[in-house]
């Protein structure tokens, strides 16, 4: 009679069990759906990260002097224009880096990881230069700059490209893009880029003001402080493809 009753219990035990674990199992989907079937959807430090890491890559402060420089002789609706026509090329070369990104890399059958890497060994380079207070030849050579100084119009080469969306903000962005690829993730990405776009505006719109109020030494202190973010940046890049790359070697 005992062994009996306890079967019976056994039995209603290991139905409340299932019954409860159909419950579970019917409302928690809807709520773990943001872990489980999007892992990588990334929050707002996410894109504030990418947009900082932007920002540092072109470090638009530091290319001030170099924008009035290059628009010295222009009347100031002309400066504007050039300022206007710079950044709208801009958020065009990175966006279509950030859609198209993916896709080029595998017609040339690269690896993510590897592009990371190689990525993140550009953007450290970058940020050397930046440290040393230099804009560097990773983003013009010679021979550009001695084209740029016959060249009437200014505003997509050099400025644009690739003083501004030069090969590390390419990378970057398409580093990024791969790695979030989820249509939400590259709706903020394209926000993000907006905003760095606009951004850049508005500093090279007050760039004689910026120039008046800062001076060539305040330019190059901000331009250091980018460059060791960069850095850091870069090492992050180099570390996760290496990661990927070799399993277990830098656990």
Known sequence: MGSALSGINSGVCIWRLCRFSLTLGAISPPALRSHVVNPALLDLSGYIKFF?????????VGIIPVFISMTRYQAAAERNKTNLTANMAV???????????????????????????????????????????????????????????IRES?????????????PGAISSTIVWSTRYHSWLNLLGFTLAIAIFA????????AAPLMVRILGQTGINVITRIMGLLLMALGIEF??????????????
């Not at 900082?52 to 638009?60: D, K, R, S």
């Not at 080029?104 to 050397?128: E, N």
């Not at 606009?198 to 719109?205: E, Q, V």
Request: aromatic share 8%; with cysteine.
């Open 52 to 60: 900082v890491g932007l920002f540092a890559l072109v470090n638009p």
């Open 91 to 149: 958020a065009i070369i990175l966006w279509t880096s950030l859609f198209l990104g993916d896709a080029i890399l595998r017609v040339f059958g690269i690896s993510i990881d590897s592009f990371r890497i190689a990525g993140g060994i550009l953007v450290v380079t970058i940020a050397m230069s930046m440290i040393s207070g230099k804009l560097g030849e990773d983003k013009q050579n010679k021979q550009e700059k001695s084209e740029t100084a």
């Open 154 to 166: 200014v505003g997509v080469v050099p400025l644009a490209l690739p003083l501004m969306a030069g």
């Open 198 to 205: 606009l951004c850049c505006w508005l500093l090279f719109r």
């Open 238 to 251: 180099v570390v996760t493809g290496l990661k990927s790359i070799f399993p277990g070697l830098l656990n």
